[in-house]
């Protein structure tokens, strides 16, 4: 975990600390359009903080894309409400895979995209990962499989 002390938002944190640490994040990068949590956590079921945090990401213009589904989960409920561009992550590639494991997976979830119109998979951006996805960008594109970005999805789900 390399996340900064300071960047995380805690349950017993004021209106103002939730903010700042969301304006703070926009600041330190600057050309980024979304937030997303990192894995689960307990303000996710909070609908306080996660109103405060879905408002601020409303008021910049900026989307959620939530990596943890639960029950205990309030975000669904929100984005509705405060009508905030939202999606889940509804498959990841299993880190620490190699090459092989990985294109495997590629071509899997893109079965799934086909099937479903689209999917957002998550992946942590390593040079293996990056390598089999370029193996694997040819016969995704042969197969109708276009890779976008995440604010593509949202806006096409949301004009649904």
């Given at each position: 975990?390399?996340?900064p002390e300071s960047s995380i938002i805690k349950i017993h944190y004021p209106e103002e600390d939730i903010?700042?640490?969301?304006?703070?994040?926009?600041?330190?990068?600057?050309?980024?359009?979304?937030?997303?949590?990192?894995?689960?956590?307990?303000?996710?079921?909070?609908?306080?903080?996660?109103?405060i945090v879905l408002n601020e990401i409303k008021r910049n213009q900026s989307y959620f894309i939530n990596?943890?589904?639960?029950?205990?989960?309030?975000?669904?409920?929100?984005?509705?409400?405060?009508?905030?561009?939202?999606?889940?992550?509804?498959?990841?590639?299993?880190?620490?895979?190699?090459?092989?494991?990985?294109?495997?997976?590629?071509?899997?979830?893109?079965?799934?995209?086909?099937?479903?119109?689209?999917?957002?998979?998550?992946?942590?951006?390593?040079?293996?990962?990056?390598?089999?996805?370029?193996?694997?960008?040819?016969?995704?594109?042969?197969?109708?499989?276009?890779?976008?970005?995440?604010?593509?999805?949202?806006?096409?789900?949301?004009?649904?």
């Amino acid at each position: 975990n390399n996340i900064p002390e300071s960047s995380i938002i805690k349950i017993h944190y004021p209106e103002e600390d939730i903010r700042k640490i969301i304006n703070n994040a926009l600041r330190a990068i600057p050309y980024s359009s979304g937030f997303s949590n990192y894995n689960k956590s307990i303000v996710l079921g909070d609908s306080r903080i996660m109103r405060i945090v879905l408002n601020e990401i409303k008021r910049n213009q900026s989307y959620f894309i939530n990596t943890y589904t639960s029950n205990f989960n309030v975000i669904q409920q929100l984005v509705d409400t405060i009508n905030v561009p939202y999606g889940e992550v509804t498959h990841k590639i299993v880190e620490k895979s190699d090459a092989h494991l990985i294109e495997k997976q590629l071509r899997h979830y893109a079965v799934i995209a086909l099937e479903m119109s689209s999917i957002i998979v998550l992946a942590k951006a390593s040079y293996t990962f990056i390598q089999s996805l370029k193996n694997v960008h040819p016969i995704l594109q042969q197969n109708g499989i276009q890779l976008v970005f995440v604010s593509d999805i949202l806006k096409e789900i949301k004009q649904k």
